[in-house]
């Protein structure tokens, strides 16, 4: 006789299971719509906050969240490599359900993490003593968002568990919610008077629903990969697990090398007064170069699932198709941003901290060439080339630091963004090629050659935005909004036919047509490019 539990199996056990591109979609525009969200609140919520608790609490709440930030280094990276574990395994055994092996891997992560939250404790208590005599009215709130960090660190590993088994779209619905939920304290509590304290709790309640909501769903939703006691773990398989994560953590130590010096040097040689325009006309490039990484970082679990057990011209061809949509979505920031800038500048600021076409130009071919570097470096990771990538990241923050310092010295601010080109040529993109060159078995060509037709296109479209920089200046949100919408434009009907042609096109005409069939009875242009 069955039982209800047996018939909730068949009925899930029947239920189709979600391609690997559809998960990477769920997450890639579930992703997108939590930055949109956060971007535009963040326009609003920033102004009102310096306006209800001031500008010297509000500067304070951010250096402190940079010592958390700083603190979550503790865990050496162990955490980090969950998702990857997770997707071998599931790689390995042909799903989730078949992978018998995942309880004794979680479990064994799971008393790393613990045997590492003594040593947290410890740091955030030193943290916390050795505060400045000048936070001591603040002490009580940064006390408690330490008191939430220590709680919450050893929990992070159930995000990591989702990440590892795609389940993008729940944790995407998630972080929206959540993100509402805190924000909403934050006003209601901010304008009840609570004033830093607001910001504290803000910031405990998104730790706490985050760490809630992925325990909730990991027990409910994958009950089979949590053991129900934690395993023993050897000495051996402790020296194992902090010795991988050691590298990682190195890599993520090496990242403000490669791009937080910038103002430093700029500042020390030339003055602060040189550091504002220079900021102001990287601002724009900042905040879209961020957009195209969410890609590399929801699809890292796939592509490493793909590694254990899918042939090499597979794995290719997934590589191949990655770093053009990467490319692609970093083409066009690029192209919106070189046509846009001096108007946003001007509109935004005034035309006197607009730092000039020169530096607009070599700061968006320093995010192209560091968006390439990072489908380079996430495909190499999913290979467990964790070593090679944190050895080439110091060595890509030392040059990129030597030599800023140096072109600055010779040529004023626009050697920041020289110095940042020269640092990742010299060093991450080589060697993280020739490793995966070697991993797939394909020469340095066969990896490059792709990328030729979007390339050249690119500069053409490129030099009319530069064009577009130089002649016209449309200091208003109207004339912004319009160059930008006519730079798009441009740029999707120059790279449409390369990127339906492309192996980005096998993946993505499929979801194109399921989309067109769901809007419209029959879709003639459609079918043509099949």
């Known amino acids: 006789m069955k039982t209800i539990d047996d018939e909730k199996q068949n009925a899930g056990a ?33 102004p009102f906050l310096l306006h209800r608790i001031g500008q010297h609490d509000y500067g304070l709440w951010l250096v402190g969240t940079q010592v958390l930030m700083y603190l979550g280094l503790l865990d050496i990276g162990v955490v980090g490599l969950v998702p990857r574990e997770i997707a071998y395994a599931t790689g390995r055994s042909g799903g989730v359900e078949s992978a018998t092996d995942l309880p004794l891997m979680l479990g064994q992560a799971a008393r790393v993490v613990l045997y590492q939250t003594p ?63 805190s924000t909403t304290s934050i006003v209601i509590l901010v304008l009840k008077g609570f004033g830093f304290y607001a910001l504290a709790i803000g910031w405990v309640v998104t730790e706490l629903l985050s760490a809630a909501s992925a325990i909730y769903r990991v ?13 023993p773990l050897p000495l051996s398989g402790l020296f194992r697990y902090l010795g991988r994560g050691f590298w990682i953590s190195l890599s993520q130590i090496a990242a403000p090398l490669m791009g937080g010096t910038d103002l430093l040097i700029i500042g020390r040689l030339y003055g602060p007064s040189a550091v504002v325009p220079y900021s102001c006309t990287r601002k724009l490039i900042q905040v879209l170069q961020n957009q195209p990484n969410l890609v590399m970082q929801v699809a890292s679990p796939g592509l490493s699932e793909l590694k254990t057990g899918a042939p090499r011209e597979r794995i290719s061809g997934a590589i191949t198709a990655l770093t053009q949509a990467m490319l692609m979505f970093s083409g066009l920031v690029a192209c919106v941003a ?23 130009v070599l700061i968006v071919i320093e995010m192209l060439v560091r968006h390439w570097r990072t489908t380079v470096v996430y495909s190499a990771f999913c290979f467990g080339y964790e070593r090679r990538i944190s050895i080439s990241s110091l060595l890509d923050g030392v040059v990129t630091v030597s030599s800023a310092l140096l072109f600055v010295w010779w040529w004023g601010p626009v050697g920041a963004p020289l ?5 990742a040529c010299a060093t991450t993109l080589p060697a993280n090629l020739y490793a995966l060159k070697r991993e797939i078995g394909a020469s340095l060509a066969t990896l490059i050659k792709p990328l030729w037709p979007w390339f050249w296109r690119l500069s053409i479209v490129l030099t009319g ?8 200046r449309w200091p208003n949100f109207l004339g ?23 192996a980005l096109g096998t993946y993505l005409r ?5 989309i067109w069939k769901r809007f419209f009875v029959s879709a003639p242009l459609l079918d043509d490019v099949q």
């Not at 299971?17 to 609140?41: C, D, E, I």
């Not at 027990?219 to 395993?231: A, E, G, K």
């Not at 110095?419 to 640092?423: E, K, Q, T, V, Y």
């Open 480 to 502: 912004v909004a319009i160059l930008a919408s006519a730079a798009g434009l441009v740029y999707v009907a120059v790279m449409f036919q390369t990127g339906r042609d492309s």
């Open 338 to 360: 070189l046509a846009v800038n001096r108007s946003f500048v001007t509109w935004w600021v005034g035309p006197s901290l607009y730092g000039g076409a020169t530096l607009t």
């Open 219 to 231: 027990r409910s939703r994958f009950p089979t990969v949590w053991p129900h006691r934690l395993p």
């Open 419 to 423: 110095g940042s080109i020269l640092g």
């Open 119 to 181: 040593v947290v404790i410890l740091a955030v208590s030193v943290a916390w003593f050795l505060l400045p005599a000048s936070w001591q009215g603040f002490r009580g709130a940064i006390g408690l968002t330490m008191a939430a960090f220590v709680v919450t660190f050893p929990l992070r590993i159930f995000h990591a568990i989702l990440q590892g088994l795609q389940d993008f779209r729940f944790v995407g619905q998630a972080q929206i919610l959540i993100w509402i939920v």
């Open 465 to 472: 935005a530069l064009a577009v920089n130089l002649r016209l």
């Open 14 to 46: 029947q239920a189709p299971k979600p391609s690997r591109t559809s998960r990477f979609l769920h997450g890639v525009w579930l992703g997108y719509a939590n930055q949109a969200l956060m971007l535009l609140g963040g326009l609003w919520l920033t």
């Open 510 to 514: 499929p979801r194109l047509m399921a």
